[in-house]
């Protein structure tokens, strides 16, 4: 029935693909259309939401919203991957450091930064994955590009070891942050664990794993499908109705009163439109308006 829509909160396991989960969820819940929201690599665990019908629709949107991993990085070694799985590349011994040396590196990493993708993403070059040319043995100089990382904490120095929170947003490789914080740290690093604790809103208690879904019914597993109403009730919304609803299914703008809203908006601002029921029918953006405000819906759902 592909009229389901929503997100499962997979509990990824370590040495499998973000797309083999998908794959399996749409399997699991007999769905045509599923999609994750922001890859796990492999060896990596943690939160992993699969959006399921219409709600893939709303994903490069869910995507952008932070992300909170617990990161393991082992100083002394870099590999190819930039994580402990890849092809060895050095080995050195890394200096014996202090925490406070460790915090202090450790606030350049925060706000705005540049960062490099590796060669092992999947980012696009002339049509084809970086990680399929690294494979094929080519190195390819990328462009460093902005991201932001809204916290970075040290929780243990255990030498070689440094374990770090992470908080951040949308296109952060921690791959790549693990090898430039070693770097400043004065030695090399690789990611040696990490686990993905929250994102797009959802955390570790929200999540089930393959396993446990694969012993339930089909009925029962439909119950753990959290609907789109509940996971963007963070935004705020209106209701249209009669000629209205179909007028924002066509895709047209609709202007509204500031009352309608019950909070304030800001030009730029995501808002939620609802029909009659309180079915979420379309993402919109808010622009201004003479009157009021005028909403955008650039994500419908039909």
């Known amino acids: 029935m592909e009229d389901k829509r929503g997100i499962i909160v997979i509990s990824k396991e370590k040495g499998i693909t973000s797309t083999r989960v998908v794959e399996m969820v749409r399997k699991l819940f007999r769905v045509k259309k599923a999609g994750h929201l922001g890859t796990l690599d492999p060896m990596a665990t943690g939160v992993l939401p699969i959006a399921i019908g219409k709600a893939t629709k709303l994903a490069d949107v869910l995507m952008g919203m932070e992300k909170e991993y617990i990161v393991t990085v082992k100083l002394g070694i870099l590999t190819d991957t930039y994580d402990i799985e890849g092809k060895v590349l050095k080995e050195e011994v890394p200096p014996l450091l202090g925490e406070d040396r460790i915090r202090e590196v450790l606030k350049e990493f925060t706000g705005e930064i540049l960062q490099v993708p590796p060669m092992y993403s999947a980012k696009r070059y002339k049509g084809k994955r970086l990680y399929e ?170």
């Open 133 to 302: 040319l690294a494979r094929e043995g080519m190195e390819i100089e990328r462009e460093p590009k902005k991201v932001y990382i809204g916290e970075i904490e040290l929780l243990r120095y255990d030498h070689p070891f440094i374990l770090l929170r992470v908080v951040c947003g949308k296109g952060v490789y921690i791959r790549s942050l693990a090898k430039d914080v070693a770097e400043r740290l004065g030695t090399i690093g690789v990611v040696w664990d990490l686990e993905r604790i929250r994102v797009c809103g959802f955390d570790k208690s929200s999540a089930v794993s393959l396993e446990d879904i694969k012993a339930l019914d089909i009925e029962e597993r439909e119950k753990l499908i959290i609907p789109l109403e509940d996971v963007l009730k963070m935004l705020p919304s209106i209701k249209v109705f009669g000629k209205l609803k179909w007028w924002v299914l066509s895709g047209n703008d609709v202007v509204i009163s500031p009352d309608e809203v019950g909070r304030n908006v800001r030009e730029g601002d995501y808002i939620v439109i609802g029909d009659e029921e309180g079915k979420v029918i379309a993402l919109g953006i808010v622009k201004s308006d003479k009157s009021g405000y005028k909403v955008h819906p650039f994500k419908v759902l039909n």
